[in-house]
């Protein structure tokens, strides 16, 4: 199998100022969904907005199953998170016909259930308007002046969109076995699923690291496509004008890369040229996606960090909060700041 190494990917504000460690205890990494629409109150499928600690989300879901008597399928979330973490998110759980079980007899020490409503239709990936982050990032050590500068640079001018390391698996193994799985290799639904992941988020991080280094992550380029923040709609402009550079300033749009596969090209010019340098220097992974089925889609190369607020508990802690759109990784926010 070939080996692909995942690169450390460009900096937008110079590199780390510090060291620290994450996730010393769950507890210093707690997470919050947002979802971009409020249940109903009435229909087949309770909604549970359930706070969990030290599981998975799939462990979750499949003791959900059994809790409530229904088939694994007929349990849904909008979005995997992290083990390692106190997490709140939401679960639906399809019960036609029958009323709520006891949801406070699903409680256990990992796992409680904060909040119960019903809705009519079951709960889709990716319906999140964001999530919340309250991290602590302990024995710190750096230069403090410099990462205050640093954060707020991101406050301002937000951060590269890059996608999360723990995307590509321990050591970039899952973009490796993507090839090895575009060569024949057989693989289960899951597993094929999360290979497709990580070699379109390679290109894709590929495609950014080429427009930080060219300083143009933030900054139009002749034939972009921009997208809405907040939002997935998105429009094409061959020659950025005033308002374009005004909306890109103002950070009401953002441009964007690639996710790649089957499907027409929706850039053109000097963008559609990074790009496509990008995708001519990894054939094998983007004939395979294509092969494999994969739609094309885009994603913004910059991402909005809102409400970010920081302070030093104590000189070897630094508290972080703030809240990415969904899709977007925290880890991207801390990789600016330390190693």
């Given at each position: ?9 460009p ?29 109903s ?42 083990r ?33 409503v ?6 889709k ?7 919340s ?8 050590q ?5 990462t205050i ?95 374009i550079i ?36 990894h ?28 302070q ?14 969904a899709?977007?990784?925290a ?9």
């Amino acid at each position: 199998m070939q080996n692909i190494e995942i690169p450390v990917w460009p900096y937008v504000y110079g590199g780390p100022s510090g060291t620290g460690k994450i996730r010393s205890l769950p507890e210093d990494f707690i997470v919050k969904e947002n979802l971009s629409f409020e249940p109903s109150g009435a229909g087949e499928h309770a909604f549970l907005q359930i706070e969990k600690k030290g599981e998975n989300t799939e462990y979750v879901a499949r003791q959900l199953s059994r809790f409530a008597n229904v088939r694994q399928r007929d349990v849904s979330y909008a979005g995997l998170k992290d083990r390692y973490a106190v997490t709140t998110q939401w679960f639906s759980v399809w019960l036609p016909g029958k009323a709520d079980p006891d949801w406070t007899r699903f409680e256990s020490d990992s796992a409680k259930v904060l909040h119960a409503v019903r809705h009519a239709r079951k709960l889709k990936r990716g319906v999140l308007s964001g999530n919340s982050f309250k991290l602590n990032i302990r024995n710190w050590q750096g230069d403090q002046a410099e990462t205050i500068q640093q954060l707020e640079q991101i406050k301002v001018n937000g951060i590269a969109n890059y996608f999360g390391s723990q995307r590509f698996g321990n050591e970039g193994q899952n973009v490796s076995r993507a090839l090895a799985m575009f060569e024949g290799a057989k693989v289960g639904r899951e597993q094929r699923s999360i290979y497709l992941s990580a070699a379109r988020s390679y290109l894709f991080n590929l495609i950014l690291a080429e427009r930080v280094t060219q300083n143009s992550w933030n900054q139009p380029v002749a034939g972009d496509t921009y997208q809405f923040d907040l939002s997935h709609s998105c429009f094409q402009s061959y020659q950025p004008d005033a308002e374009i550079i005004r909306r890109l300033t103002t950070k009401e749009i953002h441009p964007t890369g690639v996710l790649w596969g089957k499907g027409d090209a929706d850039i053109s010019a000097d963008a559609l040229d990074i790009e496509q340098a990008v995708i001519d220097a990894h054939q094998q992974l983007a004939k395979g996606l294509i092969a494999s089925g994969v739609d094309r889609d885009r994603r913004a190369l910059r991402v909005n960090v809102q409400d970010l607020c920081w302070q030093f508990v104590d000189s070897a802690t630094l508290e972080l909060c703030f809240t990415l759109s969904a899709g977007s990784y925290a880890t991207s926010v801390l990789r600016e700041l330390i190693v």
